[in-house]
């Protein structure tokens, strides 16, 4: 799910239309939540090396803000494709317009899927 709203709502919606099941087993890449490229790549890296190494683990839910969504796609793009299909979902929250299209593009080129993206107009 890609959005411009803050975290919050993009939470709230995930959870309303049972994108994700609850915030509990959220990974926050979020700049609320961390504080650099480092840590974004380190948690990143984490979450993914713990979905392939215990078939008991409950599934990777993602919750990725615009500012942290820079750094991933700008220097580690692989990781977020990586991480995608190990997730039951990918919230992506504070996105740009641009950053959307970054995102679908990368999707649709690195994992060979379609995409749908359906915006207000306004600005999407």
Known sequence: MLTGDKEETAISIALSCRL???EANLVKLTSS???SQNDAYKLLSE???????DPNQEYLQIV??????EWCLS?????LLEAAPLSRAVVVC???PFQKSEVV???KEGMG???LSIGDGAND
């Open 64 to 69: 990725i803000d615009g500012h942290v969504l």
């Open 94 to 96: 504070r996105a740009t």
């Open 75 to 79: 220097s580690f793009p692989h990781l």
């Open 47 to 53: 979450a993914i090396q713990r979905a392939k190494s």
């Open 113 to 115: 899927k379609i995409t």
């Open 33 to 35: 939540a961390i504080s």
């Open 20 to 22: 994700i099941d609850s």
């Open 105 to 107: 593009k990368i999707v």
